[in-house]
């Protein structure tokens, strides 16, 4: 079975301080991992994927196998980063469905 | 817009009527998934299409839950004698098979409040 785990439910930052987003995963197999962001009143939207090793708006992840673990980092937070985050995980063989974890709710202050 | 769209956005019913929702998924993606959010939880996967046909549904999906994808094109989640548990929101996905990766594209979503 496939599980995400977000450890935080709520997490606080000031403005131009260091953030992750924690996320662990359990599945057995090769994952494919990603983060989700929404916005205020806005649907959720891909942030990031593991497999194309990107930088989206500041934020990185790195997929640890042997942790299982793909947290979000980002140096300096702004405020416009304030957002629920969710982290997801998908396989090559459930035909991209994906699970998700319960969400984390970053708030940067000004 | 030409993303995914969700008719209605909120949807208020009485305990015991049924509800029909309708997803527009974006139109050149031939997978189409339906999610449920409940408060303080992320969305957990309901079913999921490739073009019109039904290939997985989650435990979750009671035999009061009804989904169709007719012509591979829009979707409809129906939800027959409703209860109050089933007070959540109704997000849709989309997504092209074979794609390099597997995103998905969500709508809006349906929020149904059941009284």
């Known amino acids: 079975a496939q599980r995400v785990t977000q450890p935080e439910k709520l997490l606080s930052v000031f403005k131009g301080a260091p953030v992750e987003l924690k996320c662990n995963y359990s599945y057995s197999g090769s994952p494919e991992l990603f983060w989700y962001v929404q916005y205020s009143r806005q649907r959720l939207q891909l942030l990031l994927r593991?497999?194309s090793r990107e930088s989206i708006k500041g934020f990185t992840a790195d997929l640890n196998k042997g942790e299982t673990s793909f947290h979000l980092k980002k140096p300096f937070a702004q405020e416009e980063d304030s957002a629920m985050y969710y982290c997801a995980l998908s396989t090559v063989t459930n035909a991209g469905k994906s699970t998700f974890g319960d969400g984390t709710t970053l708030t940067v202050k000004p | 817009d030409t993303g995914v769209s969700q008719d209605p956005r909120h949807k208020i019913t009485k305990r015991g009527q049924n509800v029909t929702f309708r997803c527009d998924p974006i139109s050149e993606h031939n997978r189409l998934y339906w999610y449920r959010q409940t408060l303080g939880q992320g969305p957990e996967f309901l079913t999921y299409f490739q073009n019109e046909a039904q290939l997985e549904k989650s435990r979750l999906l009671s035999d009061r839950f009804s989904a169709e994808r007719p012509k591979g094109s829009f979707s409809t989640l129906e939800i027959q004698r409703t209860e109050q548990g089933d007070s959540a929101m109704y997000l849709c996905a989309s997504s092209l098979e074979n794609a390099v990766y597997n995103e998905q594209f969500f709508g809006p979503g349906t929020r149904l409040t059941v009284l």
């Open positions: 593991h497999i």
